[in-house]
């Protein structure tokens, strides 16, 4: 962080001491790896492992439960199936999906409120992704806490998320209401996104042109200019002065939501350019 305010339940994380961060992660605030086998211990049992952060959480409330009796509930929680026999089970012989439930029982040991999901159905198949996404919208809805999902599927932010934050290059371009931001988008890299996703389920696939830049070589004021097709046509075939001079524009409140086109306007008046327009940085890749 090089700057702003972090706000979890009252609490500032920007320059927190050591002591509030180990009071809080991994105990009100959990996280859910992109990779099941990155969040186990390949050479434990399922129970052994399970029960030592349960037993860590007991220590931390002082509640009285047997470890054991816990972990049987979190993994009911999670719709395991053969509890007992999985219990005596090393990851490796679960399924990707049996192991990602895992995971989450073990991110729910200590109650957070407060669960982050990075990219949490990666490398599963259709139907097994379908059933992590239920799994973790009842336990949203079950366990009264919020759910942070990180993800690149806008199919899946659909089927999980109220709201969204679409980020380019480390900057946020739109947050707000899901349905909201995917049906009216105000920025050209959200329109992009949601057009080439609706190519993909029609057959076809057409990317939005050019490359995104490398980490920490960010483009001059908007990061998305050299690939924005509204800015072309703005400017009459180059990119529109105010999309390339000065810096990142902030996001500000537009018609229900934030967005940092600063041509947010012309889009809801005229659209959004189309996916394939051609760019100031050439063919599309």
């Known amino acids: 962080m090089t700057g702003g305010s972090i706000l979890f339940e009252g609490t500032e994380l920007v320059g927190a001491p050591d002591a509030v961060w180990r009071s809080i992660r991994g105990h009100r605030i959990a996280y859910v790896p992109q990779s099941s086998l990155a969040g186990i211990n390949p050479v434990l049992t399922v129970g052994t492992q399970l029960m030592a952060l349960v037993r860590a959480a007991r220590s931390d409330t002082g509640a009285d439960v047997s470890a054991r009796a816990r972990v049987r509930e979190l993994l009911e929680l999670v719709e395991i199936p053969r509890i007992d026999s999985v219990m005596h089970e090393r990851p490796h012989q679960l399924s990707g999906g049996m192991r990602q439930r895992v995971v989450i029982a073990g991110a729910l040991a200590r109650s957070p409120s407060l669960l982050i999901a990075d990219e949490p159905t990666t490398a599963l198949d259709v139907r097994v992704q379908a059933r992590i996404l239920d799994l973790l919208r009842r336990l ?17 932010v659909e089927e999980v998320c109220d709201s969204i934050v679409v980020l380019y290059a480390g900057a946020v371009m739109e947050s707000g209401p899901q349905a909201l931001v995917r049906e009216q988008s105000r920025h050209p890299y959200t329109a992009g996104l949601v ?12 990317p939005i042109p050019g490359e995104a830049p490398s980490v920490g070589a960010w483009p001059s004021a908007c990061r998305f200019h050299p690939r924005c097709g509204l800015t072309l046509r703005l400017g009459d075939g180059a990119p529109h002065d105010r999309c390339c001079e000065g810096a990142q524009p902030q996001p500000f409140e537009h018609e229900g939501r934030l967005t940092a086109c600063l041509f947010a306007s012309s889009m809801a008046t005229e659209g959004a350019p189309t996916v394939g327009a051609q760019t100031a940085t050439g063919e599309s890749t």
């Open 140 to 156: 949203r809805e079950q366990l009264g806490m919020s759910l942070l999902l990180v993800s690149h599927d806008l199919a899946v």
């Open 195 to 206: 057009a080439a996703a609706h190519m993909e389920l029609a057959g076809g696939y057409e």
